[in-house]
């Protein structure tokens, strides 16, 4: 593409023109991944993406350590997500060790999950604010998201890494009083997020900069496998929690937000509309939730697993579908345990993505795919 | 540990499950199967008859074993015909005593919306070497990137994290390992971590 | 008299007693105004490394707001930069580069190891491709302990920081 915009503007020739550019992993648009970039003037002819720089190992240490010690760590991968990273792995193991989880419990992890991925997004929109320049963008959000940690804070006890979900159900029952201040909060945090509409999505600067910017179409979207907002974005109406309701997600009413642009402006639009709809899930839940009764089901210390089984569970986290699986033979430790996530999926959009834009719009499209590096390089 | 009576209602709950647990490895007839879940894995069985082999049929997920031969054909019948269009993940699993390498694909789909709930687990094996060395010795399968676009990085992965060399992939380079790790791939079993 | 000493070849090394002499002796006043413009203007690095930087980000939201004890927020270009916060775990990978940030970065320059995995490893303290501590790295100012560390532990860490640097002799990058 670029070869033909510039026909006589360089006096080298093609191959001389174009130059490979290290973007991170300093810089304040790459997150903790480099990515390397082919550029041609300004135009992006090739990119390669090189994650692996929180590469920890998470997969290899849970084959040493039992099924419970391995929440803290498979919770580290997105410690603003913890939940919902936690959950697949949850409900393997409950499939696997045969344990039937009380209602309260699957009421409190859908709350607790949900108010999760609120505070993703909220940390996704603050910082997608800082990668576009907007400093209002990266103030609203991250002061707004304190709101809903002192809610997960009242509930687990931690600010973001909660290790709450156990096999068996929760480790704590909610404490006093929370389901009024819940609802209260989260009333005040839909008012508040729909004020964004103003600031962000109409404001004429983040639309320059993000409209038809990384365009995905429909088909690509479906072949390159990728997940969560930026499927849904692509006009792809695929949600797990509508599809595969997982714990109580049957009983409730969840609404799918799909958009057809493509862009990274649906892209950043999906993740924001879902934040309403969390909002309304909550407040569905916390009026059809049992009022008392167990949330846990006490486990025999140091459970085995069935001799040999495998198991793939996967729930809908704030980057989308993410999948655990997990083999045991009788031992207390899993015999692999591998997680499938959504920013790892989304990842290989992001060379097709950049072909052929603009090295400006690079944060943007990159921090559009809705991607954690952590995640992404477990 | 705190309240007896519970624990011993999950004792006696967990002691039931084996029992269960060694009927199940021989496919199990006595249980009733989800029939959609069973129509699939009848429609592979009709098509490819001895070269597969149905692992398991449970509630939304349907598991076939296949010989690395013909998984490229099999997984062309899954893509064609039963619309599955993409992969979900990819995970290497090592088996020393089987002295194999196992490779699975989970695969999706999002055009059909009666296989929204479905994951089809695709699981092939390679032979496993003693001494390894990626890319140059007998652990080689091929690869599915020409079919699901998806698996690209997903082999990538399990290339340096198993040594499972993918034959047909454009692009096995190292991704996630430092660029200077000479070690044995690290998910192999044998692979010991500090201490353990 | 003092003309006849300075000849061509003993200029420098007469300049350059005279510039030690002139130190010692507005040592006290000058290092002390030298050292509060350090203390009430630290610039970090723009380098995530880990999970922690969830918090770092947290840190200079709104509610905790770190820029009115004078650490503005993290920044772009590492050669203006004058404190590096190292966020979380560092992999094998990532160890070289963070070295190669902290060389390139002009002196004086102070270190903060936050959340438990810069300090020793943290919960990764077996796994093989995570280093034990960064203290094989970088010459660290501050530990700051938790996983993560709480926002505001992060601010008491800056703050033992700036007690540290006005404790420290300006006249050594001067």
Not at chain 1, 262 to 282: F, H, Q, T
Not at chain 3, 4 to 27: C, R, S, Y
Not at chain 3, 60 to 70: A, H, L
């Amino acid at each position: 593409m670029s070869k033909e915009l510039l026909p006589g503007l360089a006096l080298q020739k093609v191959d001389e023109r174009i130059m490979t550019l290290n973007v991170g992993p300093q810089h304040p648009g790459s997150g903790h991944m480099r990515i390397i970039v082919q550029i041609d003037g300004d135009f992006i002819v090739a990119c390669d993406p090189d994650p692996g720089y929180v590469h920890r190992g998470e997969e290899k240490m849970a084959e040493y350590r039992n099924y419970i010690t391995n929440i803290p760590h498979l919770e580290r991968p997105v410690i603003h997500d913890s939940c919902n990273v936690l959950y697949p792995y949850v409900l393997g193991v409950e499939e696997i060790l045969g344990i039937e989880v009380p209602e309260r419990a699957k009421y409190v992890r859908v709350i607790a999950s949900e108010l999760n991925r609120c505070i993703y997004t909220m940390y996704w929109l603050a910082i997608y604010g800082i990668f576009l320049g907007h400093s209002t963008m990266f103030m609203w959000p991250a002061g707004d998201r304190e709101l809903l940690i002192d809610l997960m804070e009242k509930m687990t006890g931690a600010r973001v890494t909660h290790a709450h979900f156990v096999p068996g159900g929760v480790r704590n029952d909610l404490p006093a009083n929370f389901e009024d201040v819940c609802l209260r909060q989260v009333n005040y945090f839909e008012k508040r997020i729909k004020e964004y509409a103003a600031v962000f999505y109409d404001n004429p600067i983040l639309i320059a900069r993000t409209k038809d910017t990384g365009v995905l179409s429909r088909q690509d979207a479906i072949r390159l496998g990728t997940t969560g907002s930026v499927l849904r974005a692509s006009g792809v109406d695929y949600d797990l929690r509508k599809k595969e309701p997982y714990d109580v997600y049957d009983e409730l009413d969840v609404h799918t937000n799909v958009m057809k642009e493509g862009d990274s402006y649906a892209r950043s639009k999906v993740p924001w509309l879902d934040m309403m709809e969390s909002c309304n899930i909550i407040r569905q839940a916390l009026q059809k939730m049992p009022k008392s009764g167990s949330v846990r089901v006490k486990l025999k210390p140091n459970p085995k697993g069935k001799v040999f089984d495998t198991v793939y569970k996967r729930v809908e986290s704030g980057r989308g579908s993410l999948g655990c699986y997990i083999v045991s033979d009788a031992k207390p430790e899993p015999y692999r345990v591998k997680l499938s996530v959504g920013s790892f999926r989304n990842l290989i959009a992001l060379p097709y993505l950049l072909k052929g834009e603009k090295l400006g719009n690079m944060p943007s499209v990159y921090w559009s795919l809705n991607y954690w590096p952590v995640e992404a390089d477990r | 540990m705190s309240s007896d009576s519970e624990n011993e209602q999950i004792e006696t709950t967990l002691e039931e499950k084996p029992v269960s647990a060694k009927t199940s490895p021989a496919p199990a007839k006595e249980i009733e199967l989800p029939k959609f879940e069973k129509g699939i894995a009848d429609k592979i069985v009709e098509k490819f008859g001895p070269k597969v082999k149905v692992a398991f049929v449970k509630p939304d997920r349907v598991g076939i074993n296949v010989g690395k031969e013909d998984v490229t054909e099999v997984a062309e019948f899954l893509r064609d015909v039963l619309n599955f269009d993409h992969a979900e993940s990819v995970s290497g699993v090592d088996y020393p005593n089987d002295k194999e390498i196992e490779v699975v694909y989970h695969l999706g789909s999002y055009t059909d919306s009666t296989l929204a709930r479905q994951i089809l687990v695709l699981a092939t094996r390679a032979q496993r070497e003693e001494n390894p060395i990626p890319g140059n010795d007998a652990t080689k399968l091929p690869s599915l990137r020409e079919i699901f676009y998806s698996v690209e990085f997903h082999e990538r992965e399990v290339f340096e994290m198993l040594g499972v060399y993918f034959q047909g992939h454009p692009d096995n380079r190292r991704l996630l390992l430092p660029e200077d790790w000479a070690d044995l791939p690290p998910l192999r079993k044998d692979f010991a971590i500090k201490g353990r | 008299m003092i003309k006849d000493l300075i000849t061509p070849q003993n200029a420098n090394v007469f300049v350059g007693k005279l510039g030690d002499i002139l130190e010692k002796a507005i040592d006290k006043p000058l290092g002390y105004a030298i050292n509060w413009g350090r203390i009430w203007s630290l610039w970090p690095v723009h380098i995530e490394t880990a999970c922690c930087s969830v918090e770092f980000g947290a840190a200079s939201s709104p509610r905790y707001d770190v820029e009115r004890f004078g650490i503005i927020e993290a920044f772009g270009s590492l050669r203006q930069c004058d404190l590096i916060v190292v966020q979380g775990t560092i992999t094998r990978k990532m160890a070289p580069r963070l070295r190669l940030v902290y060389d390139q970065m002009p002196e004086p320059k102070y270190v903060i190891a936050m959340g438990a995995c810069a300090i020793t490893g943290g919960l990764y303290f077996d796994s093989y491709n995570v280093l034990p501590g960064i203290d094989g790295v970088l010459p660290v100012d501050v530990y700051v302990p938790g996983c993560p560390p709480r926002p505001e532990t992060l601010i008491q860490g800056c703050m033992l920081l700036q007690e540290k640097i006005k404790r420290m002799k300006a006249r050594k990058y001067v």
